[in-house]
């Protein structure tokens, strides 16, 4: 596919971004060639979408040169980017929910009638055989926003698939896919690499990584610190660039059986009988013991990320009983009926919820707004219980001052989880709890929840990782279309029997 000789496709050269003084990228350079799959991974905050965002037009102050097939270029918008072939998958979802899948698809490239406005009825045809052609069998009527989250992330990639870019930047494209979904993308990726075109893939699953890339680049701190072919850069290579030695443990916890605790015979606090939404899940039982951590896995659309939306108020479950300590609790109203029940719930959308213009100290003092006003907490106060969260999480950089929407992604999910540790719950529900972390940020994940274990609190943690029910749990519930399917406990677990119970 490279002729010797020719020029990469694209080639960065002392690349340097700050943002308000701080520097984000520093001196980095990168090379992409034709009909490569280049895999890019490094820490939270080590500045891949940044450098993204620059050859995706999205930054357009920056020190350093760009060069497409040879030629300098210096993108000022994303519309000129998109002009020279460049199509980015960002991290965060950015369909339009209320819009069909259909303009979502063709966003920009809308057919038009001759008197200039949208042939839907063309468009919705034309967006059918395009989806067809991904082997996307999705309704171009229904609006985005309605799908799962697997189909919406799938809806966005076929945007960028679709729009002809030569060069292709998915920046964490399947955190939010099934394994079948998976599967479904890197066969595509295949057919990319076969035509000739280019593709960035980032993500914090270094199998997926080693496995769809041609090159692997790894950043530390907003610096490259290695590139090597895929086949030579083994795991343990791409750990040790990213964050040093001495995560031998987590390691282990991706591929070794994990061993299980025994049953906990501390007292139930959260006892759910027969619950169930029709069409969802259930009829489900399950029994979560004070200071045990209960796993919950499945598939994506298996049932259990419902499940723990019933027990936090915000889906309306029509059988079953709830009882928190005992006694019966009055879900199906809303979160407040949850919380008051004693249920504390950290949905997977975490970004969602947080408010991007404001300081992490508003974000984390959010959730105990109420508390706060009756004890006249002070803003100092406030700041000291944010810069504690800041500290035990590891969140960079560690300046609760900072909008939230200008920390990376996945500092961003740990200032969400630490909005709820401020005053302890009886039972915490967490979804998905490291999506999008790197292995360190979900080494300090791993250690919150132990702490919150130790003092008393029943945790349920709800996730489509195998990994991340196998480095947090206890005891671990499987679930498979909608039922309970098997329970794990007393015994080492590894991640190849989840997926064979699921
Ligand atoms: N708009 C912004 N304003 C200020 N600082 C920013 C902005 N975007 C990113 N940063 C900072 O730049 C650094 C690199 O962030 P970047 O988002 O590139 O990291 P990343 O490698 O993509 O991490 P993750 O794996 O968490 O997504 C971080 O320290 C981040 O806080
Ligand atoms: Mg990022």
């Given at each position: 596919m490279v002729s010797p000789g020719a020029p990469p496709r694209l080639e960065l050269s002392g690349i340097s971004k700050r943002f308000a003084g701080v520097a984000a990228l520093e001196g980095v350079d990168f090379?992409?060639?034709?009909?490569?799959?280049?895999?890019?991974?490094?820490?939270?905050?080590?500045?891949?979408?940044?450098?993204?965002?620059?050859?995706?037009?999205?930054?357009?102050?920056?020190?350093?040169?760009?060069?497409?097939?040879?030629?300098?270029?210096?993108?000022?918008?994303?519309?000129?980017?998109?002009?020279?072939?460049?199509?980015?998958?960002?991290?965060?979802?950015?369909?339009?929910?209320?819009?069909?899948?259909?303009?979502?698809?063709?966003?920009?490239?809308?057919?038009?009638?001759?008197?200039?406005?949208?042939?839907?009825?063309?468009?919705?045809?034309?967006?059918?055989?395009?989806?067809?052609?991904?082997?996307?069998?999705?309704?171009?009527?229904?609006?985005?926003?309605?799908?799962?989250?697997?189909?919406?992330?799938?809806?966005?990639?076929?945007?960028?698939?679709?729009?002809?870019?030569?060069?292709?930047?998915?920046?964490?494209?399947?955190?939010?896919?099934?394994?079948?979904?998976?599967?479904?993308?890197?066969?595509?990726?295949?057919?990319?690499?076969?035509?000739?075109?280019?593709?960035?893939?980032?993500?914090?699953?270094?199998?997926?990584?080693?496995?769809?890339?041609?090159?692997?680049?790894?950043?530390?701190?907003?610096?490259r610190v290695g590139s090597a072919a895929a086949r030579e850069a083994g795991k343990p290579w791409l750990i040790e660039r990213m964050i040093g030695a001495g995560h031998e443990r987590l390691e282990e916890s991706y591929s070794e059986a994990i061993p299980l605790a025994p049953r906990s015979r501390a007292p139930v606090v959260l006892a759910v009988e027969e619950l169930g939404v029709e069409g969802l899940f259930g009829p489900a039982s399950l029994e979560l013991h004070a200071g045990e951590v209960l796993g919950l896995y499945g598939f994506m659309g298996s049932g259990q990320l419902d499940l723990a939306r019933a027990l936090s108020g915000k889906l309306r479950p029509d059988r079953g009983t709830v009882r928190v300590d005992g006694r019966v609790a009055r879900l199906g109203r809303g979160t407040p009926g949850a919380k008051r029940a004693g249920i504390a719930y950290v949905p997977e959308s975490r970004r969602a919820m947080l408010f991007a213009g404001e300081s992490v100290t508003r974000n984390i003092s959010i959730a105990v707004l109420e508390r706060i006003n009756r004890l006249l907490l002070r803003p100092r106060q406030e700041r000291r219980i944010a810069e504690g969260h800041v500290r035990r999480l590891g969140i960079r950089p560690a300046r609760v001052d900072l909008p939230v929407g200008q920390l990376s992604g996945g500092n961003q999910q740990k200032v969400a989880l630490a909005r709820w540790l401020t005053h302890l719950p009886r039972v915490l529900l967490l979804s998905e709890p490291t999506r999008g972390m790197d292995v360190g940020a979900k080494d300090d994940v791993v250690r919150i929840v132990r702490g919150l274990r130790e003092q008393g609190v029943g945790i349920l943690v709800v996730s489509s990782e195998p990994e991340t029910v196998l480095s947090l749990a206890d005891r671990i519930l499987v679930m498979r279309r909608g039922l309970l399917a098997e329970e794990f406990a007393g015994e080492a677990v590894g991640k190849d029997r989840l997926l064979a119970a699921a």
């Open positions: 090379r992409l060639a034709a009909g490569e799959v280049h895999g890019l991974v490094g820490e939270n905050g080590a500045g891949k979408s940044t450098l993204m965002k620059i050859i995706a037009g999205v930054h357009a102050e920056y020190e350093g040169e760009m060069r497409l097939d040879g030629r300098p270029v210096r993108f000022r918008n994303p519309r000129e980017a998109r002009d020279a072939g460049i199509g980015m998958v960002h991290q965060e979802l950015s369909i339009v929910p209320a819009l069909s899948v259909a303009e979502n698809v063709l966003l920009g490239r809308q057919p038009l009638n001759r008197l200039g406005l949208v042939a839907w009825r063309r468009m919705r045809a034309a967006a059918r055989a395009q989806l067809e052609a991904l082997g996307l069998d999705i309704d171009p009527a229904v609006p985005a926003g309605s799908l799962p989250l697997g189909l919406q992330q799938m809806v966005e990639l076929a945007r960028v698939l679709l729009s002809g870019a030569r060069i292709l930047i998915l920046d964490e494209p399947t955190s939010a896919l099934s394994p079948p979904e998976v599967e479904w993308l890197f066969a595509l990726l295949d057919r990319l690499r076969a035509d000739g075109r280019s593709v960035v893939f980032i993500s914090h699953f270094l199998d997926d990584v080693l496995r769809v890339s041609d090159s692997v680049t790894v950043f530390r701190n907003g610096r």
